[in-house]
């Protein structure tokens, strides 16, 4: 590539030689280049190397003329636009000499095998390509477009036109193969009925539609409203019942008198002979059928084997498959109940399940749900795998996803929760209710876990029961426990025979035995404790065989051991007291002023009928017999008399009867007070008794 300004310099021989070399190169290149020569001269040629276009100078000097030519990158010539021979060829873009159209005066011609004319949209195009020809073919388009609904019609000399497509005649040729024409006679259009010489329409051979074939053999079904395709379907001879609907071949091949069934695949209800009401979809669905009535199969192979039972529905490959005589059961899912033959009024909804059954009154929702029972009955399952491995159990109700999975001939259990009472075997009359409830229990029986992993550890353990959250969640083989609230007793592993109610209440026994805490965080305090009573909010059991309640686990406690006197004892340290004074206004005095009474209660009745515990229809009191004390308003009396105002031997209600009581065991503290007085004035006396001797 080379450009020169054509004017040779004025220099030493060596130079011009140079100079002259160059122009001859710009020459030869014919000034090609990516940009302009510098100098332009009118009628210049320049390759234009950028868009590997030939460009001519005009005659003004002003401007580049594209010429029709391109270099391609395979060194090869393209011819733009504008005119061959002065004939123009087409329009071409001034810039790159692309055309932009092409016209011609005479014959335009694509050469070459599988070559296409392309219409382009976009990057996408319509193409047409010639056909595989042993000589030339021509279409002469039509002079107009035509009218909605018309077709392109040739007049079989290549001319084209738009036609109107009228009344088609069925006609028979000498081979009698089905022809179109003209005619009057056996008419078919879009809106009139296909009528034909006499009252049937025979086809002998095959009617093919794509590449499958749809073969019509054996007698007219006779009777009334039968629809019958297929080879040999409905077509006994005898056919007098109404109704039915034969697809397939040797669909309800063998029907007399049975009306209103319905069989579509090869083999459906084949042997069914004065049975009605059925439905069979599938190859060989309900094949077997004789007599059994209103039955559902869908699917290959659904309820084949059913002969003479009834109310059966089996819907999914080989649903209900082995059921004979057994009747109201419902299958739906492959191999659901498929060994099946005499158990009754069963449902199986998922693959594989009841797959074995052949007991009664079971309920399997799920795949694989009951997939191994056998005999027992009466069990519900709904989950995956739930109750997968019951064998001949009865009464088990298991939901969820492998509740009761293990359980094999264990009865009367119920576990609902994912993996709820999932390891159980033989155990019998226990409850789960939460994931992974009694998940571990085997063969004990007799619990009830509610809740998450309620008695998730147990094994062998009898009789509990856990109500909460990880409520006896540790428990194995211990016995008789009563749980109820999230992680009560969830450490006791062995320990019996204990009672926790309220959130994490008796958490800490593992091994104790007998203990009740009731309340939230009631705490036995050691993991061993015996027999001990606790109830209120944090309150701490004070020891073995003790009753203890409060709201707290130290002051606001009172406990007493219940085994060795009846009496109640409440925490008096000194270090939990404060103002600590000699009492000195109720004693002796206080106690002189009391006066004590006997008496009787009133009967309901009997009361101010203002009164909340007032009953006129109650004239007796529950306690009859006399009593010994106070009467709670002369206490109050005594004590204004000595400006005693918080002594918690009396005290009032406030409700809506202000009914004032009296707390018999405070008046312990008076009464030592009144002795302590007694004495001083017995030893004054005693020493003036001594004095006068």
């Known amino acids: 590539m080379a450009q020169h300004d054509y004017v040779i310099a004025n220099a030493n021989g060596a130079t011009v030689r140079a100079d002259i070399n160059n122009a001859l190169l710009a020459i030869s290149s014919t000034n090609s280049g990516t940009s302009e020569p ?30 029709g030519l391109s270099v391609t990158a395979s060194n090869t010539v393209d011819i733009n636009g504008g005119a061959i021979d002065g004939t123009a060829i087409g329009a071409s873009s001034a810039t790159t000499g692309a055309f932009t159209t092409l016209t011609t005066t005479d014959n335009l011609s694509i050469g070459g095998s599988n070559k296409e004319l392309r219409f382009y949209e976009g ?78 329409l025979t086809v002998s051979g095959n009617v093919s539609v794509d590449s499958g074939t749809i ?41 007399t008198s049975g009306a209103s069934n319905t069989a579509v695949g090869q083999g459906a209800l084949e042997l069914n002979t004065t049975a009605s009401n059925n439905t069979a979809v599938g190859r060989e669905a309900l094949t077997a059928n004789t007599t059994g009535t209103y039955n ?143 998940a571990s229990n085997t063969t004990a029986n007799g619990n009830t876990g509610l809740g998450r992993k309620a008695l998730e550890a147990n094994t062998s353990g009898a009789n509990n029961t856990a109500v909460g959250a990880d409520a ?30 309220g959130l ?33 909010r944090d309150v701490a059991s004070a020891g073995n065989y003790y009753f203890t309640f409060g709201v707290d686990a130290s002051v606001h406690r009172v406990y007493n051991n219940f085994t060795s006197n009846a009496t109640w004892t409440r925490a008096s340290d000194e270090r939990l007291k404060k103002d600590i004074q000699t009492n000195t206004d109720c004693g002796l005095d206080f106690i002189n002023d009391l006066r004590t009474v006997t008496y009787k209660f009133k009967a309901p009745s009997e009361l101010d009928s203002n009164m909340t515990g007032y009953d006129a229809s109650k004239t007796e009191s529950l306690h009859k017999k006399k009593m010994y004390g ?38 312990v503290m008076p009464l030592v007070k009144a002795i302590q007085e007694l004495s001083t004035k017995v030893e004054v006396l005693e020493k003036q008794l001594n004095n006068k001797e």
């Open 630 to 667: 106070f009467v709670a308003q002369e206490v109050k009396a005594v004590m204004d008399t000595h400006n005693i105002t918080d002594f918690a031997g009396h005290n009032q209600l406030e409700d809506g009867d202000n009914l004032q009581g009296i707390s018999y065991e405070m008046f």
């Open 296 to 438: 559902v199969a869908v699917g290959t192979a659904a309820l084949d084997a059913n002969t003479t039972a009834s109310n059966n529905t089996g819907v999914g490959y080989n649903s209900l498959g082995a059921n004979t005589t057994a009747a109201d059961n419902t299958a739906v899912g492959t191999s659901a109940l498929a060994a099946n033959i005499t158990g009754v009024n069963n449902v199986a909804v998922g693959k594989d399940a009841l797959l074995l059954n052949t007991g009664s009154y079971n309920t399997a929702v799920g795949k694989s749900a009951l997939d191994a029972h056998t005999t027992g009955a009466s069990n519900t399952a709904v989950g995956h795998a739930a109750l997968g491995a019951n064998t001949t159990a009865a009464n088990n109700v298991g939901v969820g996803a492998v509740a009761l999975g293990a359980n094999t001939t264990g009865a009367n259990n119920i576990g609902i929760g994912y993996y709820a009472l999932g390891a159980n075997t033989t155990g019998t009359i226990n409850t789960a209710v939460g994931a992974s409830a009694l």
């Open 504 to 536: 994490n209440a008796g958490d800490d026994i593992t091994t104790g035995t007998g203990n009740i805490c009731i309340g939230y965080g009631a705490t036995t305090v050691t993991s061993d404790r015996l027999y001990s009573i606790t109830m209120g």
């Open 215 to 255: 073969k019509l053999d054996g007698n007219y079904p006779t009777g009334t409203g039968n629809v019958a395709l297929g080879d040999t379907a409905l077509d006994d001879g005898s056919l007098s019942g109404g109704s039915n609907v034969a697809i397939g071949s040797g669909a309800l091949t063998a029907n």
């Open 38 to 67: 510098s100098t332009m001269y009118a009628f210049m040629l320049w390759v234009d190397t950028t868009n590997n276009l030939l460009k001519l100078r005009n005659a003004a000097n002003n401007a580049w003329i594209t010429l």
């Open 123 to 200: 990057s996408n195009y319509v193409g047409f390509e010639a056909p595989a020809l042993t000589g030339d073919q021509i279409w002469i388009l039509p002079t107009a477009d035509g009218s909605a609904d018309q077709v392109l019609a040739t007049n079989g000399s290549g001319t084209l036109s738009f036609a109107t497509v009228s009344g088609t005649t069925i006609n028979n040729n000498a081979d009698n193969r089905v022809i179109t024409g003209s005619g009057t006679a056996n008419t078919l259009n879009g809106e009139a009925n296909l009528t034909f010489d006499g009252s049937t």
């Open 472 to 501: 006896l969640l540790l428990n194995t083989t211990a016995s008789y426990n009563t749980a109820v609230g999230v992680g009560a007793g969830g450490a006791i592993t062995t320990g019996s025979q204990n009672t926790a109610v």
